[in-house]
């Protein structure tokens, strides 16, 4: 009897043996930069679960893992961490995040899993666990889905996916998550943003949907957004703004429209606009629109400040040389296309450099 009880403990260990050695096992040699509680950065080179035990009774407050090859971020890779603030890994090739792959991290506040081009699914069971992440960087992966609870009732302060994969902005995404303040989608390819699409957000103070392909806003999409301070549409697809897209007496810093396809802006617009400064360069302006707009926003004195990265002092802001602004569709004849525009000013365009025939060509 003795013999057969010292038998099934040999077993269950044994068991419980291979089980620990194979868990964690795309952690293999995996090199992170880690602060301890006093301040103190130090380098660490682990083959298992990251936990309180593989550093050495220090404990770690940041631990940032770059350039190195995780596969799969699986279940309990990164636990029992109490003191952690920042987590961080970057470029990791990261395929998939497993549900619980975070665990016991009761005061985790930033988390970044960011330039892995294979990452494409967010599900929940992952950072919805933690209501102490205020901070979650997601950008530069190639995420094209987030499933609805994967963010839900979590006490973010700042979201980003710029540079993913994503053909739609879903706000079921943040139902639950009220607290948001700056919100970056930029370079995806969302064509729509839908009406009332931040109501569950209304303590937005940034929103960068910038190099998208934006043709549409919805019905109230900013309706209720009163704390908003900066709402960059930079390079998109947008051909008009409809005036009830916002609130009466919009109050925002600035309003960045730089690179759409935008003929005019309608007064119906601008009257529910009080703005600080307008980025305008770009678009596709009636040269009369344009000179109007301009002369609106000098008496109001609003700001129309010039995009960074391509100077047009000495380049033509508009497409149409008629007298009035004149809608398209009715004086379609005043209009001249890119190349007719090049060929007019190819004097000016033959003596720019190859950066700055690309900026003309916007």
Not at 98 to 116: D, E, F, M, S, W
Not at 217 to 230: D, E, P, Q, S, V
Not at 325 to 344: D, F, Q, R, S, W
Request: proline share 3%.
């Amino acid at each position: 009897m003795f013999r057969r009880k010292n038998s099934i403990l040999i077993v269950l260990l044994t068991v419980f043996a291979v089980d620990f050695t194979q868990g964690c096992h795309d952690l293999q040699n995996v090199f992170m930069t880690v602060k301890d509680r006093s301040g103190t950065w130090f380098n660490k080179t682990v083959s298992e679960c990251i936990q309180r035990t593989v550093f050495d009774g220090r404990t770690a407050v940041e631990i940032h893992v770059k350039n190195q090859n995780i596969p799969n971020l699986g279940k309990d890779y990164v636990k029992n961490l109490v003191r952690l603030d920042i987590l961080e890994f970057k470029n990791c090739a990261i395929e998939t995040i497993a549900r619980g792959a975070l665990k016991n991290l009761p005061v985790i506040r930033i988390v970044g899993v960011t330039h892995n081009p294979k990452l494409k699914l967010i599900t929940g069971g992952i950072f919805d666990i933690f209501e102490t992440i205020h901070i979650l960087r997601l950008h530069n992966n190639n995420i094209d889905t987030i499933t609805d609870e994967a963010l839900s009732n979590m006490t973010l302060q700042e979201v980003n996916f710029s540079y993913n994969n994503f053909s739609k902005f879903d706000p079921v995404w943040f139902a639950y998550s009220p607290y948001i303040k700056h919100l970056y989608f930029q370079n995806n390819r969302i064509q729509k943003i839908q009406k009332k699409a931040f109501d569950t957000m209304q303590e937005l103070e940034n929103i960068n949907f910038a190099d998208n392909k934006i043709n549409d806003i919805g019905y109230g999409a900013f309706g209720k957004l009163r704390k908003l301070k900066t709402l960059n549409l930079r390079n998109n697809h947008l051909k008009k703004l409809n005036s009830n897209s916002f609130p009466k007496n919009f109050k925002i810093e600035s309003l960045n429209l730089a690179g759409n396809f935008l003929l005019n802006i309608d007064r119906n617009v601008l009257s529910t606009l009080s703005l600080d400064e307008i980025i305008l360069d770009y678009n596709c302006f009636i040269c009369s629109c344009y000179s109007d707009l301009i002369k609106y926003f000098n008496e109001e004195n609003v700001i129309v400040k010039k995009a960074d990265h391509c100077n047009l002092n000495y380049l033509p802001y508009c497409i149409a040389t008629g007298p009035k602004c004149i809608e398209p569709e009715m004086n379609t004849k005043e209009y001249e296309t890119v190349t007719e525009l090049i060929e007019k000013f190819k004097d000016v365009y033959k003596s720019l450099s190859p950066f700055a025939r690309k900026c003309a060509q916007l």
